[in-house]
Nanobody, 124 residues
Framework: QVQLVESGGGSVQAGGSLRLSCAASGYTFCMGWFRQAPGKEREGVATIYNGRALTYYADSVKGRFTISQDNAKNTVYLQMNSLKPEDTAMYYC????????????????????WGQGTQVTVSS
């Protein structure tokens, strides 16, 4: 069982930046970030395939968010720049233990493990 511990959420004004971190307690095949705003479905934000430098982003965050990893620390980061009020949500770290060609990177069922979530609030 892999545990994920997130940190780095908070409140910021529009145009500001935040960096989220997610530390995994064991091996992961890929790690990503999802977010869920009140009354909305959880959606994929970005994913990185460990050791392969493959990254995927939701269209809504391309050019503003960057996902990266520190393999030595089993940690994934989400650098969020030019934040908008519509980025306000609970952000969840997710990890998958192996390949799954049936499900795309942004599919919730793709991931075996989930963090507890960290709140990001962007004010206008």
């Amino acid at each position: 069982q892999v545990q994920l511990v997130e940190s780095g959420g908070g409140s910021v004004q529009a145009g500001g930046s935040l960096r989220l971190s997610c530390a995994a307690s064991g091996y992961t095949f890929c790690m990503g970030w999802f977010r869920q705003a009140p009354g909305k479905e959880r959606e994929g934000v970005a994913t990185i395939y460990n050791g392969r430098a493959l990254t995927y982003y939701a269209d809504s965050v391309k050019g503003r968010f960057t996902i990266s990893q520190d393999n030595a620390k089993n940690t994934v980061y989400l650098q969020m720049n030019s934040l908008k009020p519509e980025d306000t949500a609970m952000y969840y770290c997710a990890a998958a233990s192996g390949p799954d060609p049936r499900n795309s990177w942004s599919t919730i069922r793709r991931y075996n493990y989930w963090g507890q979530g960290t709140q990001v609030t962007v004010s206008s």
